[in-house]
T-cell receptor, first 117, second 115 residues
């Protein structure tokens, strides 16, 4: 089975440019999460969706960040305009359950490494 | 405010010895805890979990201990193997308010197992 697929794997851009990160969750999973990994803060939850609906976006750092999930098989995380402090690895994860029905296990993609110069 | 804390950024142990990774949390509403393992250039993968109704869960070489009164959990790896060298993340979730699989992660501990 295909896991969570993220693209691009690496992105280098200049400050002020728009960045779009993409995610395809595992088929049948109804929860999707965007995390950001930095040395200082570890894995930070940015936003998560249940059944394509944003549930909690309290982790989104600023209005420059936005996320969408137009259907069950695709999500985007957009940064506009990007800044050097946005440089990090961004992970998408999906889960087969919402609510306390399963183990709570998340399945992560390989991440998108973003560098903003 | 970091609700899940891993105060040791790194740990080095000899092959065959025990590795003990520690994690503290501040939110008393957390009732489910997980450990994830991450290799370079890969996403984190689930390792082991424990519910707050238990104080120990074992899976092969991996055992997680939970001390609710101290808001502390630990991961024991016995015996440690070079392939265990990775970053280990502690995570927690709470089932209040309709429940979700929202996980709050710590900053991670880099484990190096020396041959």
């Amino acid at each position: 089975d295909a896991g969570v697929i993220q693209s691009p794997r690496h992105e280098v851009t200049e400050m002020g440019q728009e960045v779009t990160l993409r995610c395809k969750p595992i088929s049948g999973h109804n929860s999707l999460f965007w995390y950001r990994q930095t040395m200082m803060r570890g894995l930070e939850l940015l936003i998560y969706f249940n059944n394509n609906v944003p549930i909690d976006d309290s982790g989104m750092p600023e209005d420059r960040f936005s996320a969408k999930m137009p259907n069950a098989s695709f999500s985007t995380l957009k940064i506009q305009p990007s800044e050097p402090r946005d440089s990090a690895v961004y992970f998408c994860a999906s889960s087969p359950t919402s609510g306390r029905l399963g183990t709570g296990e998340l399945f992560f993609g390989e991440g998108s490494r973003l560098t903003v110069l | 405010d970091q609700q899940v804390k891993q105060n040791s950024p790194s740990l080095s142990v000899q092959e065959g010895r025990i590795s003990i990774l520690n994690c503290d949390y501040t939110n008393s509403m957390f009732d489910y805890f997980l450990w994830y393992k991450k290799y370079p250039a890969e996403g984190p993968t689930f390792l082991i979990s424990i519910s707050s109704i238990k104080d120990k869960n074992e899976d092969g070489r991996f055992t997680v201990f939970l001390n609710k009164s101290a808001k502390h959990l630990s991961l024991h790896i016995v015996p440690s193997q070079p392939g265990d060298s990775a970053v280990y993340f502690c995570a927690a979730s709470a089932s209040y308010g309709g429940a979700t699989n929202k996980l709050i992660f710590g900053t991670g501990t880099l484990l190096a197992v020396q041959p």
